[in-house]
């Protein structure tokens, strides 16, 4: 899916730099300056670094590429949570739907012109929608050992978010609200259908 939204990116990708922020971002990359405040510090080592790696077209082409590869990631994160929450349903309303909710949200008139562009908004997308993906792993796995990496990481990618945009911040209350959601409603794979013995132990 991620592939397929790149597709359509890559069709009407800007060929150069565009108006408003895009120049400022391309040239704070090129020298690893500091943009308009709050400064976007881990988007312009980002874009440096991409920039020398993908040696293709011109300098400002590749950074609009980059915009164009983030979104479309972020899309095939948020595929992903679409279809594990369409979970039970028939294969084909599953994979339909959640097709449909990632094709119609990166091609929404303010996504799509953003991932066409150097802009953070692209990076912030991918961190919010990776974000949503860890949660809902996080849900599945609950009980085993790789349960508190899942939130570690999530914790880890909202504090590095900080240095793109403070967009991504926005997931915070929601995932707050999903996992103390998932505590009270879903009983943890590990502890469920164990009885509680006198004195806390516990039993099968």
Request: with cysteine; hydrophobic share 55%.
């Amino acid at each position: 899916m991620a592939l397929l939204v790149l597709v359509g990116y890559v069709i009407t990708l800007a060929p150069t730099v565009t108006l408003w922020d895009a120049g400022e971002f391309i040239t704070a990359a090129k020298v690893l300056g500091v943009p308009h405040q709050p400064g976007t510090p881990l988007f312009v080592m980002l874009g440096h670094v991409w920039a020398d790696v993908v040696a293709i077209g011109q300098y400002a082409w590749r950074l609009n590429m980059m915009s164009a590869c983030f979104s479309a990631a972020g899309a095939g994160c948020l595929f992903l949570v679409a279809e594990r929450l369409l979970a039970g349903e028939e294969r084909l309303l599953r994979i339909g739907g959640a097709a449909a909710a990632a094709v119609l949200s990166a091609f929404v008139f303010t996504g799509w012109q953003n991932s066409n562009e150097t802009e953070v908004y692209t990076v912030a997308t991918f961190s919010v929608a990776a974000i949503s993906w860890l949660a809902v792993r996080w849900r599945d796995v609950r009980g085993t050992a790789r349960a508190p990496h899942l939130l570690l990481l999530i914790v880890y990618i909202a504090a590095l978010s900080i240095g793109n945009h403070l967009l991504a911040l926005l997931a915070g209350p929601a995932v707050s609200l999903f996992i103390f959601f998932t505590f009270r409603t879903a009983p943890s794979p590990g502890t469920a259908g164990r009885e509680v013995r006198p004195g806390g132990r516990r039993k099968r």
